[in-house]
């Protein structure tokens, strides 16, 4: 099933090993990215409400 790659079996699999590294380092920073984007509208939704209220 995997193929025998002889002598770049190590620049192969750790070629792999960056890419999946990278992929994973993406994912997390794309999740703590949209955390914190929406925490941010959250609080811009409410301060305008806060304000809407005190004015109208």
């Known amino acids: 099933m995997i193929p025998d790659l002889g002598k770049y079996a190590a620049t192969v699999l750790s070629s792999y090993g960056a890419s999946l590294v990278l992929l ?3 994912v997390a920073v794309t999740l703590w990215r949209g955390r914190k ?3 941010d509208m ?3 939704e409410n301060r ?3 304000k809407a209220n005190r004015d109208g």
Do not use: S
Request: hydrophobic fraction near 65%; proline fraction near 0%.
């Open 42 to 44: 959250a609080e811009l």
């Open 48 to 50: 305008l409400k806060t």
């Open 37 to 39: 984007v929406r925490a």
């Open 24 to 26: 994973a380092l993406l």
